[in-house]
């Protein structure tokens, strides 16, 4: 019997800035739609914070229970975080709450990084990590396509999503290996989102509702609604552009 491909509209890769206590019914949606999430990123304090938190703890066993791809997000300061700072964070992420990946945030455009990168990545893997997702957040350099399993090419508002291009280099690669993050998007527009980034090319992506400081710290649209519901809190900061 042959495998079953990606779900229609592609997979999604979910950044969930807030807490688990402050919205357990959006973890607990992230779980149920298991089969259509290519990964969900951890991010308890701008990565794994000081200490273990028992409640992101719970939420990453439920979560990989239900077989999804967990990554630890890690911030690199746009290169100019300390290798062994960002290495710290790995380590934390893994030993705590057992991720499978790591997301690199803060992530240049330019060329000069990519022998950084390249080394990040290199640790990343050596430390037990699957999965690293890099995150500009633009089209970058071609080369940052050879050094990560996922590239996040797009992060930003639906509106300025609707009116943004693509760089013919990116059809050299498979649509598996970049991703799109759009936030502010309306009710009703979630299937475009996902029609859009099939058509330029982006296998993964996430459409939010949020806004603000930290998009990322409302649930993703699924099958029309957002997947979970402020129960109070605040979200975790999280890093975006």
């Given at each position: 019997?042959?495998p079953p491909?990606?779900p229609a ?178 009710p009703g ?53």
């Open positions: 019997m042959t491909g990606p509209g592609g997979l999604l890769l979910v950044p969930l800035y807030v807490h688990p206590a402050a919205d357990p019914a959006a973890w607990t949606a992230l779980a149920e739609a298991a089969p259509r999430l290519r990964g969900v990123v951890l991010n308890a304090a701008d990565g794994p914070g000081q200490r273990p938190d028992p409640a992101f703890h719970a939420a990453a066993e439920r979560l990989r229970g239900a077989g999804v791809p967990l990554l630890g997000y890690v911030d690199t300061g746009y290169g100019r975080r300390a290798p062994r700072a960002v290495v710290g964070d790995i380590r934390r992420h893994r030993r705590w709450y057992g991720v499978d990946g790591v997301f690199l945030d803060q992530v240049p455009a330019h060329a000069a990084p990519l022998p950084h990168y390249r080394r990040l990545v290199l640790l990343a893997k050596a430390l037990g990590a699957r999965t690293a997702v890099l995150n500009p957040g633009t089209h970058p350099d071609p080369g940052y396509a050879r050094v990560a399993d996922l590239l996040v090419t797009f992060e930003g508002t639906w509106e300025t999503y609707r009116r943004a291009g693509v760089p013919p280099w990116t059809a050299d690669h498979p649509p598996s290996r970049f991703c799109h993050l759009v936030h502010a998007v309306p527009r979630a299937a475009e989102v996902a029609r859009t980034a099939e058509g330029r090319g982006a296998g993964v992506h996430c459409a939010v509702p949020g806004e603000g400081a930290n998009p990322w710290g409302s649930a993703p649209w699924l099958d029309g609604s957002p997947s979970g519901t402020r129960v109070g809190g605040a979200p975790l900061r999280g890093r975006t552009r």
